[in-house]
């Protein structure tokens, strides 16, 4: 990297523990970077980033139901979630309250995206239109369906039995 420069961050709010180079002699490279925010609504965890960064949350044991309302309202963007848990009352917990939080959710497997031909693949709220591409689904987005019936033998009787 010639141009290189580090990320700035504020601070009071969160603190790189891990890359946070950037180089912009040619185009904007940013190297996979590790972030440990103390404020759950951080910037680089409300917006949609598409970028090696991942920031991080610790979030309070007793405080698990105020983190899942934070997950779930402070972002427009929904494209892809995961939980890792195997106490499968938890799973469930964690399942039903985030469910309308990714447009894909995944349930202990990475989030990295779906698999071509085999999973289909969308974003929710303002991370898309909801479409899964890649299936019957998006298909349906594109279409117009229209029904057509010809009649050859006139109806003589109008009753359903």
Not at 7 to 30: C, E, H, N, R, W
Request: aromatic share 10%.
């Amino acid at each position: 990297m010639t141009n290189c420069h580090q990320l700035k961050m504020p601070a009071q709010d969160a603190k790189i523990i891990a890359g946070g180079m950037t180089d912009d002699s040619k185009g904007y490279f940013v190297e996979p970077t590790v972030i440990l925010a103390d404020d759950p609504e951080y910037e680089s965890m409300t917006q949609e980033i598409f970028g090696p960064v991942l920031t991080m949350y610790v979030y309070k044991d007793d405080e698990i139901d105020k983190t899942l309302e934070i997950l779930d309202t402070s972002t427009a963007y929904a494209l892809t979630g995961a939980i890792f848990a195997q106490d499968r009352y938890v799973i469930n917990q964690l399942t039903n309250h985030l469910k309308h939080s990714a447009g894909n959710f995944y349930i202990n497997d990475k989030p990295t995206g779906a698999v071509v031909g085999q999973q289909p693949f969308g974003g929710a709220r303002a991370s898309g239109t909801n479409d899964k591409a890649g299936s019957l689904l998006n298909l349906l987005r594109w279409v117009s369906p229209r029904t057509i019936k010809e009649t050859f033998v006139p109806a003589v009787k109008y009753k359903y039995e």
